[in-house]
């Protein structure tokens, strides 16, 4: 072996306090058959100064002893010398290892043992060999396996046995194994220069907020390179904690939220300050090989600002409808009066959240909103502008761009499911079930759906009679082309039962087709009630339009008993059949379906006939 086979490594650990440097010997031994057991080395360190800011040149108490567990291979806590800013002095340090290799062996056997005085005994005289500051170690022994350094070495010549103190504890009082110390020794020396111009990585931390889903977002997007020189370093490892504290100003300050990865998000969210903290150890190797322990810390301070009109009015409104659920049982004038209160809250309210949702002005509905809670005597512009509040969600999303909106209004028959909707949204009950009257609305709260009023009003006074009682029940303008030659149903209107309730009740079926007449082809149009045509007209050639018209009415048995119908052609010149009278046995107390029919003899075109309109039009006695 020879000093240029000894290898060192130099680390310069910012993390610590104070700020210290390392060295490890991480020469190979085995590789150049040297017995690690028989390995001491010292350390000595000058600064860029050039002032010697560790020297140890005893191999007595040594800094590297491959054989005790207690030193082991590295010497740790050299303070580093520091700038006028705090920060480790840069420039090159000069690293000078001594190791020691004990080449001679002896050993004898352990005859006794004293662990109070630290004591090995073996037989015979062997103060001549064995010296103080020697060092030696024990093998194959019960618990004492260890190197160790001689204090002090007697003969006692009543036992005939050679006493060693040594430094170190001993442990057991087991007296076995064998003692192996060195004769001679042979000394390796090697100076190394490492050069510290370490800049720490710039953290990044990102935080933002989103009023419309009450949620924060922390992000610490830190590429953590930093620079030697100006040569950039990626780190080797990192260890990071991220905290996002809530505002102080809460009345109730929730706990820290932490990670260790490099995201946190939560909802909902407060107004005031919140502040971003982030704690990243880092370990980067420098060009030369020396290593630097480093810690990066930061702070942000992020202010939650939405718009806050919900808040401002959020308990003018909730005593608004507080006051009118207590009003219906004492005063139904009194409650009818909040409830359009309450009612015109609604809109505006909902007006407002659309607004904010799509990224709008929606002060005009809390300036609304506002006014319509003060005309109560709310009192709504009494808020604690020292305290942080509440930032109610109108929607929440997700990172792929999915959106849930809340305060949404929903209706339906009966009572709404509880899979259905978010919290904040509202359910209007159309028709009554399940225990639900219509006109009740609910509202969802923590999961379930709460009754808060019934906006259904008392029955009104009967409106003037109808002049003639004509209504259209029915009134189609769609294009449909008959498929093939047909026929084909082009238009339908199902009748109601009883629509006709009344003898002497009248409907009037008029069907018009759209013709685009090809020469040789006839074309046929009818009207069928349920399952009997109750007209029909052909006509042949270049028409333009066909109409038919049907009057049925109602006889004293719920019947079609009285039918008659005529049709029309704008051909030139135009031409009108009927009227003619026909009969049907369908019956008026069950659903009818009406349909205008169109079909054709003769090859003709795909588009030459197709609906034009269907029209029903109910005559009550």
Request: hydrophobic share 35%.
């Amino acid at each position: 072996m020879t000093s240029s086979d000894l290898s060192i490594l130099v680390s310069y650990i910012l993390t610590n306090s104070p700020k210290d440097i390392s060295v490890q010997d991480t020469t190979g031994y085995a590789a150049l058959g040297v017995n690690e057991n028989a390995v001491l080395g010292v350390v000595k360190i000058v600064s860029p100064e050039g002032d010697v800011i560790y020297n140890n040149t005893n191999f007595a108490s040594p800094d590297i002893d491959l054989d005790n567990t207690s030193i082991g291979d590295t010497l740790t806590g050299v303070s580093a010398p520091l700038d006028t800013t705090g920060a480790v002095l840069t420039g090159d340090y000069t690293v000078t290892y001594t190791m020691r290799e004990y080449s001679t062996s002896v050993s004898k056997a352990i005859v006794a043992v004293t662990t109070a005085t630290k004591t090995f005994e073996v037989s015979g005289d062997w103060t001549t060999q064995i010296l103080a500051t020697d060092c030696f170690y024990v093998d194959g022994s019960t618990g004492n396996d260890n190197g160790y350094t001689v204090a002090s070495v007697t003969y006692d010549a009543v036992s005939g046995n050679t006493e060693i103190v040594v430094n170190e504890t001993v442990a057991s009082a087991v007296a076995d194994g064998s003692f192996y110390w060195y004769d001679n020794s042979t000394e390796y020396s090697t100076e190394e220069t490492s050069n510290f111009c370490f800049t720490d990585a710039d953290p990044d931390l990102q935080v933002s907020h989103n009023c419309t889903t009450s949620t924060i977002e922390l992000k610490d997007e830190s590429t953590y390179i930093a620079y030697y020189n100006s040569t950039p370093l990626n780190y080797d490892t990192i260890s990071r904690t991220l905290t996002l504290k809530y505002p102080t100003s809460m009345v109730t300050v929730p706990s820290d939220l932490t990670t260790t990865s490099n995201y946190i998000s939560t909802s909902p969210i407060y107004t005031k300050t919140w502040v971003a903290l982030v704690e990243t150890t880092l370990t980067y190797t420098l060009p030369d090989g020396s290593s630097v322990t480093t810690l990066v810390t930061s702070s942000l301070d992020h202010e939650v600002v939405c718009d806050d009109c919900q808040c401002v009015v959020y308990q003018c409104l909730a005593n608004l409808s507080d006051s009118y659920v207590a009003a219906l049982s004492v005063n139904n004038s009194e409650a009818e009066r909040l409830k359009a209160k309450v009612i015109k809250a609604n809109m505006y309210y909902m007006l407002y959240s659309m607004a904010v949702r799509c990224g709008e002005d929606g002060s005009e509905w809390c300036e609304a909103l506002t006014e319509l809670a003060n005309s109560e005597g709310c009192g709504c512009d009494t808020v604690d502008e020292t305290v942080s509040t509440l930032v109610v969600a109108s929607a929440s999303g997700s990172s792929t761009g999915s959106v849930v909106y809340y305060n949404v209004w929903r209706d339906g028959a009966g009572l709404p499911s509880s899979s259905l909707g978010n919290d904040g949204d509202y359910y209007l009950t159309t028709s009554a079930g399940g225990g639900a009257l219509e006109g009740d609305v609910y509202k969802k709260i923590s999961g379930s759906w709460s009754l808060i009023m019934n906006v259904k009003g008392t029955a009104g006074t009967p409106g003037a009679a109808g002049s003639d009682g004509t209504s259209i029940l029915y009134t189609s303008y769609a294009s449909k082309y008959i498929t093939g030659v047909g026929p084909t149903s082009l238009s339908e209107y199902v009748l109601p039962a009883d629509t006709l309730s009344a003898e002497g009740d009248m409907i009037v079926v008029e069907g018009t087709c759209l013709l685009d007449g090809q020469t040789g082809v006839k074309y046929n149009q009818s009207i069928k009630l349920g399952s009997t045509t109750i007209a029909s007209s052909t006509v042949e050639g270049q028409s333009q339009y066909l109409k038919i018209k049907a009057y049925i009415t109602r006889g004293a048995s719920k019947t079609a008993q009285y039918i008659e119908w005529e049709s029309m052609y704008s051909e030139n010149p135009a031409s009108v059949q009927g009227p003619r009278i026909t009969t049907a046995t369908e019956s008026l107390g069950t659903d009818l379906t009406i349909a205008l029919v169109g079909s054709k003899t003769g090859a003709g075109i795909a588009t030459d006939m197709g609906n034009y309109n269907l029209r029903v039009t109910l005559y009550k006695i």
